[in-house]
Each structure stands twice: as C-alpha cells, then as structure tokens.
C-alpha cells in the first residue's frame, strides 16, 4: 500500500506544478462610450447606430493586453444617456449588437423611461460578446420607440460598462 502511494507521488507532483504553472485569467472592468446617430425618424420604430470597428483593440489598449489574450467580454451594465428635447419624444430603448457573422443580439432594454436623462438599461442574462468584437461589420444598435417625428439628427450617448477576462503578459 505505502509503495503504491509513493509510486503516485511523483505523478502527483508532477500534475500540480502543471496545473500551477498554466496561465490564469484576470478579470477587470473598462467603460466604452458609445455615440449612436440617426435621422429623419418618424413616430413609432427608429433605429440609431454606430460602427465598432476595432473594439476589441480599443478595450486591449485600454488594458494594455494583445487582443488576443482577451477571452471573454461581458456588458454588465449600460446607461443611456438623452438630451432633453429626445427624452421628451422617447417611449423606450433596445440597445442590440450585430456583425457581419453573428445574428442581432439583444445587450438590454428599458420600458417605459423613468425620470432623468441617464436611463440605466435591464440587462439581458447571457451578455457575452466576444463573438461579435473578434468579427467584422459590428454594429451597435439602439431601436427607440418616438411619439412624434423628429426630422434633425439625433445623437444619444452611451456608455457601457464591460467585464473583460484575459490573460495577462508577462511583461
């Protein structure tokens, strides 16, 4: 029995100072801000966007990581920020993602408007978008119900907070 154990001991040594030694994943939070625009929107449905090309560079900068060591991205939180002359003609907001690759996906939502201009979003469950900031043609998408046209440029501010798992360098 005793030479058994011994006999494994090895083995097991061996198998912790691999598990030890891989690399592990550090989590931090950074802050997008997002500027959609739209225009000529007539009372119902509209839809304003913005490009996210190179988002996923832009968050690595921001950390200083390699793209590619990012592992996953979440939004935990988005806030949605209207002028007054918007908020008083919005009903409500869908903020969504879509690529040129992945289907639309919905980040959060919020009906009907509370008081105040920076409306925090009800987040979706599942709000991993790594999938979409690694593929071209990505698009941020903000549907708006409005109860009246609105024939100017509408430009609505938001700022995403995004939960960011990747591997650090060893510089």
């Not at 939502?109 to 990505?138: F, K």
């Amino acid at each position: 029995m005793k030479t058994a154990l011994l006999s494994r001991l090895p083995i097991l040594l061996l198998a912790f100072w691999l598990v030890s030694c891989g690399a592990s994943t550090k989590n931090e939070s950074v802050e997008i801000e997002l500027k959609l625009t739209g225009e000529m929107l007539f009372e119902g449905a509209n839809t304003l966007q913005v490009s996210g090309e190179n988002q996923l560079i832009k968050v690595g900068n921001e950390l200083d990581v390699e793209a590619s060591a990012i592992k996953n991205v979440s939004v935990s939180a988005a806030v949605i920020e209207l002028d007054d002359s918007s908020k008083e003609i919005t009903e409500s907001l869908l903020l969504q993602l879509v690529s040129d690759n992945n289907e639309l996906f919905t980040i959060g939502t919020l009906s009907p408007l509370p008081d105040g201009n920076n409306l925090s979003l009800s987040m979706a469950e599942n709000t991993s978008i790594l999938p979409y900031l690694e593929d071209d043609g990505l698009t941020w998408v903000l549907d708006l119900n409005i109860n009246e046209d609105h024939m100017d440029e509408m430009i609505v501010t938001g700022i995403l907070t995004l939960i960011v798992d990747y591997i650090p360098s060893d510089n």
